[in-house]
Every structure is written in C-alpha cells, then in structure tokens.
C-alpha cells in the first residue's frame, strides 16, 4: 500500500541528488509534488522521472535564501494542491576548506543557503501547513556534519548543527499540528558525490568511503528517501523534534 | 516491508512487544516468536494472531535465564532456518525516590531491563553468525529503551540508568559488529509517554482518560504501542539498512527541549 496516499508535499533542492531521487519516490508512495530549484532544466528532468513513475509533479524556480521566491513558491503550492501536508527542506550546498582558508564569504553563502533557508521553510511552510485541517509533517535534511565535527568542514557542520536545532525549537512551537524532524545522514553514494570526485578512480572512492564507516555499507540517495517517507507519513505519527541518524553508525563511533 | 524474516520479539504477550509482533506479521514477517513470561498472556495472544491468518507461535522467555534465551534461538531456526531480527521490549518499570529504592528493587529492574538485553543480543549476534556460516552474517536488533535513558526523570534511578545502558550497548555492538565486516545493525528505539498494559497498571486508566495530563507533551497526547510497533517496523527492515547505532526517539517532543514559556 502507498505510504503517502493522497499527500502533497513541497520537495526544495528537488533538481539533484537525494532532492530529486525524494520525489520520485513520493511519486510512488502515492503523493504529488512541487519540487523547487534553481535550475529549471534540472527540475523539468525530474518532473520528467516523476511522471515516468506514474506520478504527478510541478517544478517552480526557487532561491531558498530569498524569502520573494519562498512566498512565491508556497502561493504556487496553494494553487497546485489547495494545501500542504509535507515539507522536505532538503536544499543545501557544500564546500569545505582549512579555516585559515575559509572566507567570511564562503561562510556567509552556506549560512543563507544551508540555515536562511531551512528557517525560510519552516517560517512560510508553517503558516500554510497551520490552515491545513489535516497533520501536517517537515522534514529537515540535516547531516551527521551537523552533530559531530570534522576536520575542514567548519561552515558547512556549522550550518547543519544550526537546522538540527531549528528542528527541535519548530518542533516544539508547530505542536499538536506539524511535526518537524530532522534525517542526519552520513555519506551516501550519488551524483553529487560523484560530481565531487570526478577524475579520481570512483571505485577507490567508494572503497575509501565504505571502509570510513563501522557499518562497511556504503548507502545511495534510497537510504535517505527511505527515512523521508518514515518521517512524513503517518506511521511517524507520535515523533517529532527527533533527529535520525542514517550513517552507518559513524556517528556511534 | 519486513518480508520473509524470521523474528523474536521478547515481552511479546502485551502493550509495547504485543503491537510490535503484529505490525511486523502485517508488515510480511514471515514468523514471529511471541517470547515472554507469561505463557498464558502468550499463548493467547498466538491463538489470536494465528486466527487473523498470521505465522506465530509463543515461545517461553525469562529474559534473565542465558538458556532460555538460547532454546528460544534454537526453536527458531530449527522451524525456520534463521533469526532475522530480534526486538528486545521485554521490560519492567519501578519509580521510586533514592530514598526508598533498595539495592533489591535496583536488581530486580535491571536483571529485566539490561541484564535481559545484554543476553537476548549475545544470543542473537551468535545464531545469526551461525546460520551465516562463511557469508558475513547479517540481521537487525532493535532494543526498546525509553526517554528515561536520555533524559532525567525523578524516580528513574533504576529505571532511567538501565535505559541508557541498553542505548549505549546498542551503539557499542554496532560499532563492533560493523568493524567485523558484519551486516549486523543494532538500533534502540526510545519512547516516550506509551498506554500500555505496564503504564496502566502504573498510572491507572483514568490517568490516560484526562487530556490534562498530556498538555506538558508538545503533540499534548500520549502514544500509542503501535507508535512504536511502526518505529520497530522500519528498523527492522531493510530500508533502514545504512541505520546503525541510532537512537530513534518516538516521544511526541517531549524531549525536544525545555517546557515552559520564554
């Protein structure tokens, strides 16, 4: 049976990676999507996967950082479905770098994409979810880089720590209505890994990120979209403000 | 999205391990032995799983005894070939202030509550290494803590201390069991306010009949055993199969932070 029946979500950094691979499998979990992004190109792609999936989706063009588009994009959430049930606040950017080496700009840039616009989400998100008579449920993709810390990735974990906390302070304001959780996956294999290290011998990569690791498992998009659909659907119930680690138990470590 | 795996779920005849064993039946397990204490709560149980067309059997469990949690693994392979998953639920809970809790009272809760685990995983990582043979061996344990051991709750001296030892056995055995080039994971699930048969005798049934008493939990609701059963489901299954060592806290944001207003 479909997990999702009948839901409508926003998916945002819908273009790529587990953003893309989320809708598709909403798609089939029975939900229709606005995924958002900003690259038109790209989203038409995955507008293109969902339908191929037998489902139904809208791409609308979105900056996370501006709160124009934010206003934007919920409008068009209203008009596509008449209210929103579902929030993934998966878009988000990565770079990292020795501090020494990390510019003020550099810094401020992941801060507006990676936090702005998790706080974005959950501002305007919450304000259609509240008119919605049925529960509604957001989910924040954070990351392991945002409970635990890492050599080099200063801004980046900085950013995560901040929507893992954003999680649990929504969660506790959007009670009884909307719950907020948040998935702290470690790395996982796909094209935006892959894109990361184009050149290098892939296979060696793989092998080097799969040893990294207790568990020598190392995980696709799938494993993410597989605790989205846990966190948004109903069988999730009774969880909010919990943050899941999906990380092979690095974070255990 | 647990088909075909051969399960046990420990305190099974009731509340929490009663709603696991039926959400995994639902969910495709393709058996589950309902392990527990009392066999007549058990068996009864069994009839009735059996009779909505479901593969269970009651298996008697004291989850203190090493060799009734080895029988329990060997009827299970015997009749099924494997363990799959094992969900440690069974559990005990006494509130009491420091005051007046014995050292007898601090055993007798632990003996269930960490002792039980600490046995039932041994049992559990060794059948499963046994019916791998060559193949790394793989499988799921989900061992059901509780709020209790993340947070401080008055008179959960004993309580709250076995809660987080099952958390932190959970995470150790995940990391050992990982770094043997083993697939397998260990996961705890942790509750918050459930109404089960052990919160019911605790609180009485008028306790959960008044709203009231919820307003402190931001869903301002209790959970329901089935709450968990649904935690337990994806754990156990393979779509949680990069999930290691994580603590899945199913408690309506109660410990999401602080009450109160600014």
């Known amino acids: ?253 | 999205m647990v088909e075909g795996k051969n399960v046990i779920v420990s305190g099974a005849a009731s509340g929490i391990g009663a709603a696991c064993a039926r959400c995994l039946l639902e969910q495709g397990a393709a058996y589950v032995a309902l392990a527990d204490v009392n066999e007549e709560q058990g068996q009864k149980l069994a009839v009735q799983l059996q009779a909505d067309g479901f593969n269970a059997g009651y298996h008697k469990l004291d989850v203190r005894e090493e060799s009734q949690w080895q029988s329990v693994m060997k009827e299970v392979v015997d009749k099924c070939g494997s363990v799959d998953v094992l969900v440690n639920n069974a559990g005990v809970c006494v509130l009491k202030p420091i005051s007046d809790m014995s050292l007898e009272d601090f055993r007798r809760v632990n003996d269930v509550n960490m002792k039980g685990v600490f046995l039932g995983t041994r049992s559990a990582i060794m059948t499963m290494r046994e019916c791998a043979g060559d193949q790394p061996a793989s499988g799921s344990i989900v061992n059901i803590s509780s709020i209790m051991g993340q947070t401080g709750l008055r008179g959960a001296i004993a309580y709250g201390a076995g809660k987080a030892a099952v958390a932190n056995m959970s995470k150790a055995l995940a990391v050992e069991c990982g770094e043997k080039g083993e697939f397998i994971r260990i996961n705890s699930v942790h509750p918050g306010t459930v109404k089960s048969e052990m919160t019911t005798t605790m609180y009485g049934e008028e306790y959960f009949n008044n709203k009231d008493n919820f307003a402190f939990i931001p869903v301002q609701d209790y959970g329901v055993p089935e709450d968990i059963g649904n935690a337990v489901v994806y754990l156990a299954s393979d779509q949680s199969r990069m999930v290691t060592g994580s603590e899945l806290t199913v408690d309506g944001g109660l410990t999401s932070g602080i009450g109160g207003e600014f």
């Open chain 1, 1 to 253: 049976m479909a997990r999702l029946e009948g839901k409508t979500a926003i998916v945002t950094g819908g273009t790529s990676g587990i953003g893309r691979d989320t809708c598709v499998r909403f798609a089939r979990e029975g939900a229709r999507v606005l995924l958002t992004g900003r690259g038109k190109e790209r989203g038409l792609e995955t507008v293109a996967a969902v339908e191929a999936a037998g489902g139904v989706a809208w791409f609308e063009p979105h900056d996370v950082t501006s709160e124009d588009d934010w206003k934007r994009v919920i409008e068009k959430a209203d008009d596509c479905f008449g209210r929103l049930d579902i929030l993934v606040n998966n878009a988000g950017i990565f770079t990292y770098g020795p501090i020494e080496e990390t510019s003020a700009d550099d810094f401020d840039w992941m801060w507006k994409v990676n936090s702005e616009g998790v706080f974005l989400g959950l501002k305007y998100g919450l304000e259609i979810m509240r008119k919605n008579p049925n529960k509604g449920a957001i989910v924040n993709i954070s990351s392991l880089s945002g409970l635990v810390g890492h050599a080099d990735v200063m801004a980046y974990c900085t950013t995560k720590a901040a929507s893992i906390m954003m999680t649990k302070v929504a969660a506790m304001e959007a009670a009884p209505h909307v719950r907020v959780n948040a998935l702290a996956p470690g790395p996982v294999w796909n094209e935006l890994l892959e894109r990361e290290h184009a050149g290098q011998d892939l296979e060696a990569m793989k092998e080097y990120y799969r040893n990294d690791q207790p568990l020598k498992f190392l995980g696709d998009s799938s494993d993410v979209t597989n605790g989205v659909v846990y966190l948004a659907s109903d069988e999730s119930r009774y969880v909010t403000g919990s943050i899941l680690r999906i990380d092979a138990g690095r974070g255990a470590d």
